[in-house]
């Protein structure tokens, strides 16, 4: 076992599937001899060469373009793009090409590749920087989305993801990529995508989450149990598409009560869709109404501003209160 932070499991996972598989291939914005703006592919260049650590130019459009090339030759490209607020760029890539290639050619050309990216805010980014824009992604069929929560689900996610025949889109919450430590195996670890998991047992209460949210979100569920003596049920949701419904779902049926945490806006949020299932399945089985401490609609603020808008562990507490009091 390592005890890693998220940016060195990455790291690993990236190492690991290049070692064993000479068909993968990392490319991006500076990820060769910079290894990447946040470092996730360091010492990746000097160990498997320019030709397998691929500089790119700065553009989006062409790192989506080149891996769906890659990946429709059969091998595994992981492209990075620097920040999730520029890969608005190369979402005609992702949505026309990559997510379409494998239904358009009734399986013949299954596009393996990976396009990871940091997300979301509270690093003092500058705007186009602190985007949480995954619901784009989730939304357009054949393409699978991922945000893992954790160094060693993020290691095994990564590995996953590399080896799914379809494109993924690794979300990476860059606000907690070095904000703590966990064992980590050395030895090969798979986490199947689309497979939430229980971060914290309870029967009072679901709260559901997911990325650098599940951590606030686990933080105000330990002062439930303190100050209310209310044991929340927290589901680190790890994947949006699939989204697996049936863990939140058996949840939120044997507690009544839910409350959905996410930094992405209000409005078509990936709240919105769980609370729609959890509505259509369960419905009766609700004792409260559902919900949701999310971002606010409007343009990320800058770093003078941007706690304000992230959820924080008060605003959770007042939603799980209110639930619990209706």
Request: proline fraction near 5%; charge should be negative; avoid cysteine.
């Amino acid at each position: 076992m390592a005890n890693l932070n998220m940016a060195d499991a990455l790291n690993l996972a990236l190492r690991q599937e290049m070692d064993k598989d000479e068909d993968v291939i990392v490319l991006g914005e500076d990820v060769g001899v910079d290894g990447g703006v946040f470092r996730i592919t360091d010492g990746l260049l000097d160990r498997f060469g320019e030709r397998r650590v691929i500089d790119t130019p700065v553009a989006e459009t062409a790192i989506a373009g080149f891996a769906i090339g890659m990946a429709a030759y059969g091998l595994k490209p992981v492209g990075e793009m620097q920040f999730s607020g520029f890969s608005y760029q190369g979402f005609h890539q992702m949505e026309s090409h990559a997510a379409r290639l494998r239904w358009r050619s009734r399986g013949r050309y299954p596009i393996s590749m990976v396009l990871r990216m940091p997300y979301g805010a509270g690093v003092h980014a500058l705007e186009h920087h602190s985007e949480s824009r995954e619901v784009y992604y989730a939304h357009t069929p054949g393409l699978k989305m991922v945000i893992p929560s954790t160094p060693r689900n993020a290691r095994a996610l990564l590995v996953s993801a590399i080896r799914d025949p379809d494109p993924v889109v690794f979300l990476e919450p860059k606000a907690i990529y070095r904000a703590f430590r966990e064992e980590v195996p050395e030895e090969e670890e798979t986490l199947p995508l689309g497979q939430s998991r229980t971060a914290r047992q309870g029967d009072d209460l679901t709260m559901i989450s997911y990325g650098a949210m599940l951590h606030r979100t686990l933080e105000a569920a330990e002062r439930l149990a303190d100050e209310d003596g209310v044991e929340a049920e927290v589901i680190d949701l790890l994947s949006l598409s699939p989204l697996d419904h049936a863990r939140f779902t058996r949840s939120a049926r044997n507690t009544g009560r839910v409350v959905i945490v996410h930094e992405a806006h209000r409005s078509y949020g990936p709240a919105g869709e769980i609370m729609a299932r959890l509505i259509e399945e369960s419905f009766y089985y609700l004792e409260a109404p559902i919900r949701r401490v999310t971002g606010f609609d409007t343009i990320v603020p800058l770093f003078a501003r941007e706690q304000d808008y992230l959820p924080d562990v008060e605003r959770i507490l007042e939603a799980a209160r209110g639930a619990m009091n209706d």
